[in-house]
């Protein structure tokens, strides 16, 4: 073996080809928002279900809670939401395959059980990780994992401020990550639009931290089911667009990711 083709094997292993996993990079999101209560897990479904009819291939990843009391519109087996699923033990794992679109549960601990079932995932080429509505350590922790955010939030002065200060938080904590906007619940697009260049503007002026526009939602992740569909297929496609920059091509380098982060 010559040395060109030395290297070329030395590229492979590293980035995962070799097995055959992945051939396109491996993109992790993190969806943040500044407070509790807003539709995250409605939104990701959503977005997950737009993207996959677009040929991208996606895995949710979803804290154990965000499942129990669903208002998603997606057609998912209703077995995933009953009151079994609460008892399940806290040392298992469940990983669910809907249509094309993985779901993996997880309890912020990289467990010998989740190691197995993570490992096993493949086919998957973006992540689509709920990091809860509120500033702590497990909040902050799926941020680092993640290669960029998307930080949803109303349009309301009080949910601007606290979309705020979770990327003021981010910024003192060192995590730089490009951050893209989604305003929900909005009466109309010139009041998304005004709310999300409120919240540019403090940034910019007050952090040295630009955001990017990523799209708004009328009326809310629950509002009329048409008019939604339209509005999340804007967002899949701005997602679409963006320029990747991920050297992760394997299951395997997203879990080391994950080790730096929990070990």
């Known amino acids: 073996m010559d040395q060109a083709e030395l290297l070329r094997e030395m590229v492979r292993k590293e980035t995962g080809l070799l097995k055959g996993e992945n051939r396109n990079a491996i993109e992790i999101y993190a969806l943040v928002s500044g407070r509790k209560g807003i539709v995250k897990t409605d939104f990701l479904m959503d977005l997950a279900a737009a993207l996959k009819k677009k040929g991208r291939k996606p895995l949710l990843m979803l804290p154990r809670p965000s499942v129990a009391k669903p208002s998603c519109r997606q057609e998912l087996p209703p077995w995933l939401f009953n009151g079994s699923l609460r008892?399940?033990?806290?040392t298992d794992v469940i990983d669910i395959d809907y249509e094309g679109i993985k779901i993996l549960l997880f309890d912020y601990c990289l467990s010998e059980a989740?190691?197995?079932?993570?490992?096993?995932?493949?086919?998957?080429?973006?992540?689509?990780?709920?990091?809860?509505?509120?500033?702590?350590?497990?909040?902050?922790?799926?941020?680092?994992?993640?290669?960029?955010?998307?930080?949803i939030t109303p349009p309301g002065p009080s949910d601007l401020a606290d979309a705020y200060r979770l990327v003021k938080v981010m910024e003192q904590c060192n995590l730089s990550k490009d951050v893209r906007?989604?305003?929900?619940?909005?009466?109309?697009?010139?009041?998304?639009?005004?709310?999300?260049?409120?919240?540019?503007?403090?940034?910019?002026?007050?952090?040295?931290?630009?955001?990017?526009?990523?799209?708004?939602?009328?009326?809310?992740?629950?509002?009329?089911?048409?008019?939604d569909e339209k509005e999340i297929n804007e967002i899949a496609e701005a997602v679409m667009k963006e320029q990747s920059s991920s050297r992760i091509y394997s299951m395997e380098q997203v879990y080391e990711r994950l080790k730096k982060v929990y070990l």
């Not at 008892?87 to 806290?90: E, F, Q, R, Y």
């Not at 809860?132 to 994992?145: A, K, Q, R, V, Y």
């Open 87 to 90: 008892s399940v033990s806290d």
């Open 181 to 227: 906007v989604v305003i929900d619940r909005c009466p109309d697009f010139p009041s998304g639009m005004d709310a999300y260049d409120r919240l540019h503007s403090t940034s910019g002026a007050f952090l040295n931290k630009p955001l990017k526009n990523l799209g708004c939602i009328i009326n809310g992740a629950l509002a009329d089911k048409q008019a």
């Open 114 to 151: 989740f190691a197995d079932k993570f490992l096993k995932l493949n086919d998957v080429d973006i992540i689509l990780a709920d990091a809860g509505g509120e500033i702590n350590l497990n909040t902050l922790s799926l941020i680092s994992f993640s290669q960029k955010v998307i930080l």
